[in-house]
T-cell receptor, first 115, second 116 residues
Framework: DTEVTQTPKHLVMGMTNKKSLKCEQH?????MYWYKQKAKKPPELMFVYSYEKLSINESVPSRFSPECPNSSLLNLHLHALQPEDSALYLC??????????????FGPGTRLTVL | GQQLNQSPQSMFIQEGEDVSMNCTSS?????WLWYKQDPGEGPVLLIA?????ELTSNGRLTAQFGITRKDSFLNISASIPSDVGIYFC????????????????FGQGTILTVHP
């Protein structure tokens, strides 16, 4: 089973709202990722967690706050977002990080619209 | 940072035709991955390649890891309407060090349209 699940599928929020995106995997992977993707562009890495610790933050604004409660779960807390933050947010996982050979498996994404 | 040049950017083909797309880089890559993405969905892994020269098939799809480690191609035979989508190549660069190690580099994608 190579399934990564994400909820919600769609999210519409105002600029003053606080919301959270959730991601779950049960493949025993120890690395989990958040990506942001604009239409017809490749995914852009935001955060990497390895063994539930934040390994990489790609200079993401503090209005995005990741959290890894355990090895299967990854959250992305959103607060005071801007309309330009509207995008498809993808979660991915791999066995380990960093290792320059592990395949990353992506979830279906959350389509976020900021009004 | 590392860059992947993916071509073509888009393709318009008739159902039943074969398709070929490729990715090249000036850097050496350890792995090559090919993903397909449908609108509003996440990328789905099609083929993973781990060794130079490796040729791997998955149904009508065939991909190869270039012998120089700097390129890869994906072929789709006898295309069908459900092949429509965006295809991304991605890989781990062997030369990347420091905080780049382990990160995936993506190509810009090939948009495939199949006319019935």
């Amino acid at each position: 089973d190579t399934e990564v699940t994400q909820t919600p599928k769609h999210l519409v929020m105002g600029m003053t709202n606080k919301k959270s995106l959730k991601c779950e995997q049960h493949m025993g992977h120890r690395a989990m990722y958040w990506y942001k993707q604009k239409a017809k562009k490749p995914p852009e890495l935001m955060f990497v967690y390895s063994y539930e610790k934040l390994s990489i933050n790609e200079s993401v604004p503090s209005r995005f706050s990741p959290e890894c409660p355990n090895s299967s779960l990854l959250n992305l807390h959103l607060h005071a977002l801007q309309p330009e933050d509207s995008a498809l947010y993808l979660c991915a996982s791999s066995r380990y990080y960093p290792r320059a050979s592990d395949t990353q498996y992506f979830g279906p994404g959350t389509r976020l619209t900021v009004l | 940072g590392q860059q992947l040049n993916q071509s073509p950017q888009s393709m318009f083909i008739q159902e039943g035709e074969d398709v070929s797309m490729n990715c090249t880089s000036s850097s050496i890559f350890n792995t090559w991955l090919w993903y397909k993405q449908d609108p509003g969905e996440g990328p789905v892994l099609l083929i993973a390649l781990y060794k130079a020269g490796e040729l791997t098939s998955n149904g009508r799809l065939t991909a190869q890891f270039g012998i120089t480690r700097k390129d890869s191609f994906l072929n789709i035979s006898a295309s069908i309407p459900s092949d429509v989508g965006i295809y991304f190549c991605a890989g781990h660069s062997r030369g990347a060090g420091g905080t780049s190690y382990g990160k995936l580099t993506f190509g810009q994608g090939t948009i495939l349209t199949v006319h019935p």
